[in-house]
């Protein structure tokens, strides 16, 4: 009975260390994603700054913050799409 009970604490000890190096992972290649993501973000902010300078809208704050989130808006939602369309060829 105890080397029963000992057999069943080893399964599962493995099962928490197994499932444990997973989480692990998963938390990791979130924080590079993450760090990947606010570079991006970095570089498509400061580029759309540039545009929208150079466009001379930069006097009005208001209409030069609407300019530049409409620019970053449309940026991500084509980058949305392109990432959807590999996601598509990646289920069939």
């Known amino acids: 009975m105890v080397r029963k009970a000992i057999q069943h604490l080893s399964l599962k000890s493995q099962k928490v260390k197994k499932e444990f190096r997973k989480q692990s992972i998963t938390a ?35 209409l030069y913050k609407l300019l530049t989130a409409l620019i970053v808006t449309s940026v991500a939602i084509f980058g949305i799409l392109l990432i959807s369309r590999f996601k598509e060829e990646e289920n069939l």
């Open 28 to 62: 990791i290649v979130a924080a590079f994603a993450f760090l990947i993501a606010l570079t991006w973000k970095d570089f498509i902010s400061d580029s759309v700054s540039q545009i929208v300078s150079y466009m001379g809208v930069s006097d009005q704050l208001y």
